[in-house]
């Protein structure tokens, strides 16, 4: 889908709608690469825009508070739709403020980069960082309108970037579609996307989000991959060597599956491909024993957890996921190696 179709589906959407102040939250750098996006709006609406500095370090709740400051400031009432302009900060931020600014105002996402395309911009969760804990603060909130991805923004984005998102991209083919994990590891050229991989991952996000919409069960099957790949996240920040987070879901794919087969899921020869496809194209961290110990410390403070228990959801087979594997800390241990 094109620019074009974003302009026309907001438009139809604002008319339809009766909005009048359309208020864009981006930040610098997609700012500076596509600061007139929306210049063909239908002149009805009013449109502001409120641009932040780029970053994890924005999605704070200081930064919440410069726009809330700055919606109150300008008297931006109910009625006042945001739209979300970026990558995962600003969707995940911008979605929190519209779902508390006045106890709630509307909001759509148009996102940028291909992580936030089939994950952050969908589904609804919204959220800040605490210092502490990544996603410490949120809400579940859904956008007003879903629109369809450009999948353009993409020629613009850094290989790092890309390949995070296909870290992502790869856990949607692990828990849902054994066909797109055959057909991507059978692609000449890697990361080479279609348009139907990108929608098959939002159509599959958006199918189990509606049976789950407050994330109580089903929907837990999203975190594939994300219990390690938090803690290696958090390893690596720690250590200095920030790492993508889709880079580090990536290992926690690599981690998982092999837990899977470990604990007698996932049969040998499919964890076998699985390992095949992520070594072929990420770094996966071996674990050593100082490793295991803190990447343990990390599992264990995961807001999803409690009574030293951790949470998994396991693989049975390629395109087929169960969630909510409860495994205490100390079995976890010998598994990890
Ligand atoms: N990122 C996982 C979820 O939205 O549930």
């Given at each position: 889908m094109a620019k074009s179709d974003t302009i026309r589906q907001l438009d139809d959407h604002f008319r339809r709608e009766n909005i009048r102040n359309v208020v864009i939250l981006t930040d610098k750098n997609v700012d500076h690469l596509?600061?007139?996006?929306?210049?063909?709006?239908?002149?009805?609406v009013a449109v502001d825009k409120l641009v932040l500095r780029p970053g994890e370090k924005t999605k704070s709740i200081q930064t919440a508070a410069q726009v809330w400051n700055y919606l109150a400031e300008k008297q931006y009432d109910k009625d006042t739709f945001l739209l979300n302009f970026g990558g995962g900060v600003i969707t995940d931020l911008g979605g929190f403020v519209a779902s508390t600014y006045k106890r709630g105002i509307r909001f759509a996402n148009v996102p940028t980069t291909l992580l936030a395309m089939i994950d952050a911009a969908v589904g609804g969760k919204t959220g800040v960082n605490l210092p502490s804990m990544k996603n410490g603060v949120g809400t579940i909130y859904f956008p007003d309108i879903q629109l369809p991805v450009?999948?353009?923004?993409?020629?613009?984005?850094?290989i790092n970037e890309i390949f995070s998102g296909l870290g992502e991209l790869l856990k949607y083919a692990l828990i849902g579609s054994n066909e797109l994990f055959h057909s991507l590891r059978k692609r000449r050229r890697f990361p080479s996307l279609t348009t139907e991989d990108v929608d098959f991952c939002i159509d599959f996000k958006m199918k189990i989000v509606r049976k789950d919409p407050y994330d109580?069960?089903?929907?837990?099957?999203?975190?594939?991959?994300?219990?390690f790949g938090h803690a290696i996240e958090s390893y690596c920040a720690k250590t200095g060597k920030p790492i993508a987070h889709g880079l580090a879901v990536a290992q926690g794919l690599y981690y998982e599956s092999l837990l899977s087969t470990r604990l007698g899921h996932l049969p040998q020869e499919e964890w076998q491909l699985i390992a095949a496809l992520l070594t072929k194209h990420f770094q996966i961290m071996p674990i050593t024993d100082d490793i295991r110990e803190e990447l343990l410390y990390y599992m264990l403070n995961d807001?999803?957890?409690?009574?030293n228990m951790i949470n998994f959801t396991l693989l049975n087979h390629i395109g087929h996921a169960i969630p909510d594997f409860q495994i205490p800390a100390s079995e976890l241990q010998t598994y990890m190696s």
């Open positions: 596509y600061g007139d996006y929306f210049s063909e709006l239908s002149e009805q450009d999948l353009s923004f993409l020629n613009t984005l850094h109580k069960g089903i929907r837990h099957i999203l975190n594939f991959g994300h219990t807001k999803k957890n409690h009574n």
